[in-house]
């Protein structure tokens, strides 16, 4: 059968036709300026650049359709798990646009600055309350900066004591985020892994044997990539305090926790916080976010510069006289719009909605957990916090896996949980299918959800056809994605003809 292509569904290139044009300007009534005299020296192109040639309806239907291409959480159900790609609320842009904030320029004087450098501090006094350490930092721009100021951190107050040559190991279990052993690896440590228990904790006697004077610490993805909290924070703590090294919490998934327990409690000495996870920050796309750290007190002299203090006349200031700081990390104040929208979103929930917030996420997990466990293999079948990861063991009896399962998903408009992480290694070489609901989902769709995954399940048996060659609804159906990330062509072809 011939396809019949839709103007609006193509590219502007093809439907490109010479001498089209989306507006045409009245004659010039001033004097005509040669280009190339007024912008002298200016590196002008030889040739006009090569331009789809288009009228403004055809224009408008191709952005217009491109835009509905785009999956969002505005307008489906987003479950990839370990992003948190949850609703944000819209007054957190509605406020931050507001000229106030964009129209105020860093290099303002403190004075004029004021406001802002009272949300900063209060955004700290925040984030330092739901982790219970003593001093936060705004700085890092996203969760693995945070990683890596924590880590810089931790060196310094080695190198302090004089122990920066010996303190050479970071201890990683193998169920941590990927970002924490290659910042351990990016910050000069020498990452030792640390497999876990088959029911994804800690092995405590595995980890005495591992940690030493050499050990400057340990970092736990907790709760970790297989969406479990770990038991034994505590005695994993005294663990390494006994032999001077430190615990770096990843707490990107503070929205498992946030308002129930304080990692400072569990006596954790650094943890990064993902605002563009919990706390409401638009998450993908690259950014841009905020990865603040919250520190133990013998760690706060090393924080970044500068830092937003209260003076004792009630004024703020900005303060990058610090000499045991281990300096700048990011331009100006960080992302001053994203910890913008974190100030607002914390506010606005206060100290009851942030601890709701953390249950909902764990109830909806749990809800997915227990309703599919029949029809899906929970990888460990506990009670699990934000996020629930299943495996397609049962699935490969018929030669399905999760990424059929996953590409089977976008012909119901539900995007594809995150899948194969956590890695083959971890999961015994059966496929993972991570899924995160999000506090923010009503029970309408999380069943809907389960109904899906049902029938998927059942497909699998009857027809497993149908789910090796799905998405049947898309554009494009299979990519190699592979190829995409190892070898990807970042120019237009087109324009550089
Ligand atoms: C558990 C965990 N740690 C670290 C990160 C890294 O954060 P970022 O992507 O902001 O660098 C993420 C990102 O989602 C995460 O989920």
Request: overall charge neutral; glycine content about 8%; some cysteine.
């Amino acid at each position: 059968m011939t396809t019949i292509a839709n103007p609006a569904d193509t590219l502007l290139f093809e439907t490109s036709v010479e001498g089209r044009r989306c507006l045409r300007l009245p004659e010039l009534d001033v004097p005509k300026v040669d280009l190339k005299q007024a912008l002298k020296g200016a590196k002008l192109r030889a040739k006009p650049a090569n331009l789809p040639e288009v009228g403004e309806l055809d224009l408008v239907r191709h952005f217009k359709n491109l835009a509905q291409k785009n999956f969002s959480v505005d307008r489906n159900f987003y479950p990839l798990g370990s992003c948190t790609m949850k609703y944000n609320p819209k007054i957190n842009v509605t406020l931050l646009c507001s000229p106030g904030f964009t129209r105020a320029h860093p290099h303002l004087p403190e004075a004029d600055l004021q406001g802002h450098i009272e949300l900063m501090y209060n955004l700290e006094g925040y984030l330092r309350e739901v982790s219970g350490f003593p001093a936060v930092t705004l700085q890092p721009a996203a969760g693995a900066q945070g990683e890596m100021t924590g880590l810089m951190v931790i060196k310094a107050y080695f190198e302090e004591k004089g122990e920066g040559k010996t303190r050479t190991e970071i201890v990683i279990p193998d169920s941590a985020h990927g970002t924490n052993p290659a910042t351990a690896a990016l910050a000069g440590f020498k990452t030792v892994t640390l497999k876990g228990k088959p029911d994804g904790s800690v092995d405590l006697e595995l980890l005495k044997t591992l940690v030493g004077p050499q050990t400057a610490g340990m970092m736990i993805t907790n709760p970790s990539t297989l969406g479990l909290l770990e038991p034994n924070m505590v005695e994993i703590a005294k663990i390494l305090h006994a032999h001077g090294a430190q615990l770096y919490m990843d707490g990107a998934n503070m929205n498992a926790i946030q308002g129930i327990v304080r990692p400072a409690d569990y006596g954790v000495d650094v943890m990064h916080f993902n605002l563009h996870k919990t706390y409401s920050v638009p998450h993908g796309a690259g950014g841009p976010g905020a990865g603040p750290i919250g520190v133990a007190s013998h760690l706060e002299p090393f924080l970044p510069v500068p830092r937003p203090v209260k003076n004792e006349d009630g004024t703020f200031s900005l303060d990058s006289k610090r000499s045991k700081s281990i300096g700048k990390v990011r331009s100006f104040f960080g992302n001053y719009g994203a910890l913008v929208m974190a100030y607002i979103y914390m506010s606005q929930l206060g100290r009851e909605g942030v601890r709701r917030a953390a249950e909902n996420a764990v109830l909806g997990a749990n809800y997915l957990r227990v309703k599919l466990r029949n029809e899906f293999k929970v990888f460990t079948d506990r009670v699990c916090a934000h996020e629930v990861v299943f495996t397609d063991a049962i699935q490969a009896k018929n030669d399905i896996h999760a990424l059929d399962v996953a590409k089977r998903l976008i012909d119901y408009n539900i995007h594809p949980m995150t899948i194969y992480f956590p890695q083959a290694n971890v999961t015994n070489g059966e496929g993972a299918m991570m899924v995160e609901p999000t506090e923010t989902e009503s029970k309408q769709t999380l069943d809907f959800f389960v109904d899906v995954m049902k029938k998927i399940a059942q497909e699998t048996k009857e027809n497993p056809q149908l789910l090796k060659e799905a998405p049947h609804n898309m554009p494009v159906v299979r990519l190699d994605e592979v190829r995409a990330s190892t070898q990807p062509q970042l120019y237009c072809p087109m324009c550089m003809a």
